[in-house]
């Protein structure tokens, strides 16, 4: 027994992730494609911003994120 899966002739795109891409895409580009330029580049920001871009609570080395089935 064989299934066919209908697809649409064009995929959906989501706004969102499409607006993150173009976003990611120009400030890798921005940082000539070398990771550390880029890391650089948010330091820079924050440091001007006054705050961190990015939180994230400490974590022990063996904890993992709670999974949801």
Known sequence: M????????T???DPIVT????VRDRLF????????TL?????KGEEA???SLV???PRSAGE??????
């Open 39 to 43: 890391c650089e580049r948010i330091r």
């Open 55 to 57: 939180r994230r609570s």
């Open 2 to 9: 064989t299934q066919t899966i209908a697809t649409s002739p």
């Open 29 to 36: 580009t921005e940082a000539g494609y070398d990771l550390e």
């Open 11 to 13: 995929p959906w795109e």
């Open 49 to 51: 911003a006054g705050h």
């Open 19 to 22: 607006e993150v891409r173009r």
């Open 64 to 69: 993992m994120p709670e999974q949801t089935a």
